[in-house]
């Protein structure tokens, strides 16, 4: 069945990067799209962004257009977020999530906490 | 950005009786060539992913309980509950993905009273 499997916690210093992975299962990993989502303690989801497996196209919240740099390796079926100058505002759980055309959002990884403290 | 708004914030409900989450969106998702809303409902419970329950507005994700319902178009959906179980205790969020940024609502709490 279909799986998303995210990397670990970080724990990161204000001004740092993190790069989180996702790695796809149970499905051909070009056929979908795979879209990013962060929610901070007591805060609604907030969408980042997204990733064309196929070709690597690529687009961003306005929010995080700056910061946020979303890739894959198709060879290994995972996508990758990496969001940069983080504060202590970017603490959060970030997920990744397949998107399947108009179902929207069906499979969601499981999570990764990243805590940005100094 | 499309701004979604749930009401209530949160909500008690007796076991076995109806439960009425309502969204509104600041603009239409309603996509005229296919004449469809693309507008979702999730369930999260603590430490979990959200999961996905209704898309298109009112079409049940496989597998979710016939209990489920979604209505609404245009800019107001509805979510109905129609018998609540003690599993059904969680955050519900609508989003739209009519226009990206995909933006959510602020989540609605559901208890049991």
């Known amino acids: 069945q279909v799986h998303l499997v995210q990397s670990g916690a970080e724990v990161k210093k204000p001004g740092a990067s993190v790069k989180v992975s996702c790695k796809a299962s149970g499905y051909t990993f070009t056929t979908y799209a795979i879209h990013w989502v962060r929610q901070a303690p007591g805060q609604r989801l907030e969408w980042m962004g997204w990733?064309?497996?196929?070709?690597?196209?690529?687009k961003y919240s306005q929010n995080f257009q700056d910061r946020v740099t979303i890739t894959r390796d198709t060879s290994a079926s995972t996508a990758y977020m990496d969001l940069t100058s983080l504060t202590s505002e970017d603490t959060a759980v970030y997920y990744c999530?397949?998107?399947?055309?108009?179902?929207?959002?069906?499979?969601w990884g499981q999570g990764t906490l990243v805590t940005v403290s100094s | 950005d499309i701004v979604m708004t749930q009401s209530p914030d949160s909500l008690a409900v007796s076991l076995g009786e109806r439960a009425t989450i309502n969204c509104k969106s600041s603009q239409s998702v309603l996509y005229s060539p296919d004449n469809r809303s693309y507008l979702a409902w999730y369930q999260q419970k603590p430490g979990q992913p959200p999961r996905l329950l209704i898309y298109l507005a009112s079409t049940r994700e496989s597998g979710v309980p016939d209990r489920f319902s979604g209505s609404g178009s245009g800019t107001d959906f509805t979510l109905t509950i129609s018998s609540l179980q003690a599993e059904d205790v969680a955050v519900y969020y609508c989003?739209?993905?009519?226009?990206?940024?995909?933006?959510f609502g602020q989540g609605t709490k559901l208890e049991i009273k």
């Open positions: 999530a397949r998107r399947v055309s108009a179902t929207c959002f069906d499979y």
């Open positions: 990733i064309n497996p196929v070709n690597g196209n690529t």
């Open positions: 989003q739209q993905y009519y226009s990206p940024p995909y933006t």
